[in-house]
Nanobody, 122 residues
Framework: QVQLVESGGGLVQAGGSLRLSCAAS????????LAWFRQAPGKEREFVAT????????MYADSVKGRFTISRDNAKNTRYLQMNSLKPEDTAVYYC???????????????WGQGTQVTVSS
């Protein structure tokens, strides 16, 4: 059974930092592209960042480019999202996802975590 479990969310002031983690089990982690999405209250789920199975390629939403960094540790079956210079508009539930596809579309990712709340106060 595939499980993705996020951690690291919380409450932070604007300008602060958080690092999200997503631990995977039940799949061959190194075979999958990994992504982070987020969903704010009343809004659609949106793409945040993705990293290829090899870790060589990454892609970011324009809204987080230069502030967020996605990385992965295949030996630990874990991926990370380092979030710096956080803004109130970054407040959302953050989801990790894994899939064989590549891109910003949610349907390209097969497996999803339950989400972790990130709240940025102004």
């Amino acid at each position: 059974q595939v499980q993705l479990v996020e951690s690291g969310g919380g409450l932070v002031q604007a300008g602060g930092s958080l690092r999200l983690s997503c631990a995977a089990s039940g799949l061959t982690f190194s075979n999958y592209n990994l992504a982070w999405f987020r969903q704010a209250p009343g809004k659609e789920r949106e793409f945040v960042a993705t990293i290829s199975w090899s870790g060589v390629s990454t892609m970011y939403a324009d809204s987080v480019k230069g502030r967020f960094t996605i990385s992965r540790d295949n030996a630990k079956n874990t991926r990370y999202l380092q979030m710096n210079s956080l803004k109130p508009e970054d407040t959302a539930v953050y989801y990790c996802a894994a899939g064989g596809g590549w891109g910003t579309e949610a349907y390209k990712y097969t497996y999803w975590g339950q989400g972790t709340q990130v709240t940025v106060s102004s």
